[in-house]
Every structure is written in structure tokens, then in C-alpha cells.
């Protein structure tokens, strides 16, 4: 697998938290911090990816994700290309390793690259010249990793150290990439305690083992916990005998108000959109004062901003730091 | 026909216990004598076996030779060249090629093009149901008369119960083995590896072992119910493995095979997004290549195969879950089948057993035994000659295989098929 730190221990890729060392982590989360001193001024924009060529490479749809980095790289002040694989080439035959060289052959320095397929992102970063870097936007069930770090920033912003904290994630863990990113973030920056809330249809299999605790039981696993992380509910989930119907998921594993009184006072409610109102989350609770849905999107550009800075900015000569 | 001497070899047969240095005596195209000449037994060859070990030619079991259908992967031409390479004298072709080995013609074909080859016998396998669609019986008489050595599904397991159990039945009519692969087709739909905690950290869909238990349990109980002779090919769990156990131990007429990669790689293996470790049935846990290990070295196993799936490039030139399932295993089989030597599983001669005489028992044939009357099937080897896989060098055309820049000893010097040199390794250069 390609590694995606240099000799130096520098982000050459960034493709997954999984095992990233905690100095990356919180490196991340400091320049994010430094970011977001720049986004709120009038004037949001700094020259450091001046001259860069990052081309934002969506085979699945995206709105929220895409636009971020995209808004990220512009305020870096890079160029940008935005090119939705979905309706173009690989459905006209063209293998992805052939685009690839071809996007290549433009001279850009970097792809934000999200994927139908786990470990595509990786696929690119092994096929990919030196010089360029890959951030991960999204690769199947596998890895969200930049949504990941922007939601430990807005814990942080939040809730200062991460030591003392109890974070539940509720909902479809078994397809989602954010949850497996966040469980490797949230333990690669030592948090207290991470819990998994969803029915045994939901849970990919041996998943305690990456360092978390299971409750099928939403009330037992909400109590007492800091951070409420609700994941969305596909509604293609309810084929596939996973589950009977939203109305039982909602029943059993919604977020409403009673619920989210079992948590601590000051609890906070995150979700990593776009919200089913009703399915995951009852509307009075996205939109409650603990709710801080819209402050994870303002910090997906400052985070985002970080990693491709700290990507890029050590491969002045073209040529890339790592072997 | 040309007298063959093969002179002062470590002779193995597996299947008489033989492993003495002696000397083999081949005329029209069989063994004549083991040891001493027969009388006026005069060679035109002669074969120095000093150093080498001579056991019987392999079978194997289990190959995909891409003809027809797939020829811009291989070609039997260039597959049975390859097999003759890694010593494989006889080797069976699954019937899943397009269009479906279901009927006389295709068999015909396979078979005209095996032997315009001149290379490893070719023993094809007929389809089971027509276009192994799982509805309608083949005509399992003709595939038999025109050169099937037994029925398979090919891998598409029979879904309907009652199809199947007639399948077996008309099988057994026809004195034909039936070669089953068992997995539930609706547990391993849409998912690319073992199901365990690596598919869970590689968020990539998973097959788990109840993939392979629970179509061992349907189709067990329709053997028990018919009585028909029944092979299980790539078992691939701890469990599985033991039900196997089981069913031999209650008396039900069945064998069972191991692709040879099984023995050797594990989950751990796809990690990475590995696409060369992509194969079906999936690399399982490490309990279960070590109960697999045992299984092959109890006997519950009979049989070593190749699983030989050779590709083109671009068939793995793709993320793991979008790349095709496969590995390229004619080069690797004895190789691989040795290292259990060398890893304490069992003895050389048990090693052997698995590749050539447990092998041919599975479908009932006369081969892989040094047994004077015999077709005079061989293979020499150099026991521990280091020699390394590389994909320049690979014999298949498909040179896709996880045990890229592996290290491995045994080298094959010499192949014969039925007493005619297919491949003799000089010294550095090949001629087959």
C-alpha cells in the first residue's frame, strides 16, 4: 500500500487515519486553527498553493464535499479543476488507469479524488508520478479521512482536549467511511472512549477491534457520552433485508430530544450531512443549540485547507520529498 | 515408440510408498520395469536422474485454460506448454469457459487443440447443467464418450435443490464424479474478500465462511440422500474443512480439494487493497490456512490444485474490487506443494500424494503412479535448486500471481507425458 507519509514522517498522501502518528494528527488540526483565522477575514485568501494545479477527481456525486475543496484550494490560491467522472469517460470505456495518465500529462500537483470503489484512493496513489499528491475524499466504505479530521476540529473548537471525552457514533456504520475514518482519528488523538451505536445488520464484523465499544441499546450507549455523531441512513438500505422500515430505524435509533437528554448537559450533536430529518435525527435536534451540523461545514475548508497546504507545501522542487 | 532410461533418481511413488535411488525402464509409452533393465532392454534415451527426484507426472485438478472464449488472457497452446513446465502431466479444464464445455463439440475442440499442442494431457471437465445455468442436465453420456473425466458446476453452484439432486443422481448413473464449488451464491454476492476484521478495516464487502458452510450442508444432504460420488473443490475454511471430516467419517463417498494458494496466504494478504490476492473463494483467516494445512496433511484434503486463473493486465490493473479474481498458479503448484515440506506439515512423499496419485483417484483415473503397466507419466525435479518467480520468466501467459519474487527450491528438469520428453531444462536455456 502506498505510503502516504515521506522519509521525514511529512503528508505526502493523504489517504486514511489509520495509523497516522498523533503529531500528524494534531499538526492537521493546528494549521486547520491557523485557517480558520484566514477564512473569517474580509480578504479570505492566502498565496501559499500559488501556481498549483489541484484537480478534484469525483466518480460518485458529491455537492458539500466537492464544493469545500474546492472553496479550500481557491483559498489557498490555487488553480482548480473540477472534473465528475460519473458522467464522463470510464462510462465510455476508458480505464481509470488511463485517465489518470492522462489528467497527469496536464501537469497538476494534486488529486482530491472520491471513489465508488474502497481503496481506489490508494490505487491512484501508487500509479500516480512523484510530484503528485492524493488527498482522499471518499473511497467506498473505506475512508473519509479529511471529513474525519474536520469533525476532531470541531470537537476541539468545542470541547477543548479529547482525553476526557465519550464520543458515540450512531447509525450505519457497516457502509460508511466516515465512521471507520473518525474511529481512527478519534483513537490516533487519544479520546476517552469511542462508541458504536447500530443494530448487528449495521456493524461490519470484528469492528470492536479497531478500538471501540458496541451498544446495540441507543439509551445505554448514549448515557453520559460528550459528542453524539449521527451518520445518514441511505434510504437503499431498507432493500436488502438490513432493516424492516424508517419508521422501526427512527423508533429505535433516532436522536430525538428525550434521547439526547441522556447524554451530558453540554453535549454536542454532529452529523456528517446531508441530514434525513425524521430517519437519523428528529428536526428539533439538528437544529438545537447543541447542534453544530454547520460549523463542521465551515470547518471542512479550514481543515481541508490544511491538508493540501500541508501536502504540498514541502514539494517546492517538483519533484516530491519521498522516495 | 523410443526406450526410456531414467537413471539413478530418487524415486518417489507416492502411491506404493517407493523412495529408493533406482533406475525406471519406459517403453511404449509405459512403465516396463522399476530397477533392474528387463532383459534385451536397450534405451534410446537416457536420462542422467542424479540429484533429482522422480516422482509421478501431476495432476491437476483444477485450471482455466481460457479456451475458448477468453484467448486474449492464454490459450490451451500456451497453458498445457506452461503445465508441461511445472511438471504437470495431466491437468483438467473447468468447464466455464464461453461457450460453456456443455456439449461434444466444445469438448472436441478443447481437446484437438490440447493435442495440436503436443504438450500436458488435457482432461476436460463437462458442465453439469447447460450453460452451468443450474436448469437443465447436460448429456452427461456424450461428454463422457467424447472425453469428460467427470461433471462440474463450474464454480455457479446449482441453486435449485431439486436440479442439483438430479444432477448428482444422473452423475452417478453415468459412473461420472461430480465436481461441486460450495458457496451460497446470495452470501457471496457483491462482496470481494473474507469477512472478518481486515474486510471490516478495508470497508470492503465480505464473504463470510457461512458462504461456504451452508452450501457444504445443502449439498452434503443430497449426497447423503443419493449416495452419488461427489468432489468438493476449493475449500477454503477451518470449517469447512471439518465437515468434510465429518462426512468421510460417516461414509459418505466424497473427496475434497485445496487451491494451493489457500495454504499459504491469508486475509492478511489483501490489506493492502492487494488486487492479485483477489481470488474466489476468498483467502480466510490464519486459523483456517493452518486447519486447511492439516486437512491436506490428514487426507480430509485429497487433492492440491493449481486454481491456475491466467489474466491480462488489465484485469488487476484495477482497484481491488473492480479488478477480476484469479491468480496464475501453474508455474507455483509443485513449489508451493513442496514448501509444506519444508514447513514440518508433512512428509515429501504425503506432498507428493496430493499433487499426482490422491489427485487422479478423485476422478478415477490411471495416473500418477510409477507402476510397471502404467502410462509412463513423470516428473524430475531438483530438490533444492533455489529459483525465484518472475513474471518475465513465468511459463503461463497470465503472470498474474501474489508469489512474485518468492523464493522457492524444487526447479523441474524433465517432463514426460506417456514416456515423450515435454520439457527438459538445460543448462541455463529451456527446450521443451
Redesign the interface.
Known sequence: ?SGQLDEQGRLRHFLTT?GLPREVLERILGTAESFSGVIEKSVKKVPLLRGRTIINLFFEPSTRTRTTFELAAKRLSADVLNINVATSATTKGE???DMLQNLQAMQCDMFVVR?A????A??IADHVSPHVSVVNAG?????HPTQAMLDLYTIRRHKGDFESLRVAIVGDILHS?VA?SQIHALNGVGAGEVRLIAPRTLL????D??GAHVYHDIDAGLRDVDVIIALRLQKERMQGALLPSEHEYYRLYGISRERLALAQPDAIVMHPGPINRGVEIESAVADCPQSVILDQVTNGIATRMAVMSMCLEHREDGTGGGA | MKAIRVRGGRVIDPASGLDAVTDIHIANKQFVSIGAAPAGFIPDEDIDADGLVVCPGLVDLATHLREPGDTHKATIASEVQAAARGGITCLCPSPATDPVTDATAVVELITRRARQAHMTRVMPLGALTRGLQGQQLTEMAALRDAGCVAVSDGGRPVVNSLVLRRALEYAATQDLVTILTPQDPHLTAGAWMHEGWVSTRLGVAGIPVAAETAALARCLALVEETGARTHFARISSARGAAMIARAQRDGLPVTADVAAHQLFLSEMDVSGFNAQCHVLPPLRGEADRQALREAVAAGTIQAICSDHQPHDADAKAATLVASEPGISGLDSLLALTLRLVEDDIMDLSTALARVTCDAADVLGVQRGRITVGNPADLCLFAPAEPWWLRADTMASRGRNSPFLGWEFSARVHWTLLEGRILFRRDNGGCAG
Open positions: 500500500m489509520e480505464s481509470l488507469l471513489h470503489d474502497s481503496g481506489a490508494h490505487f473511497d467506498g466504505r473505506h475512508a467511511r471507520r461490519p464484523r470484528d469492528i477491534r479497531l
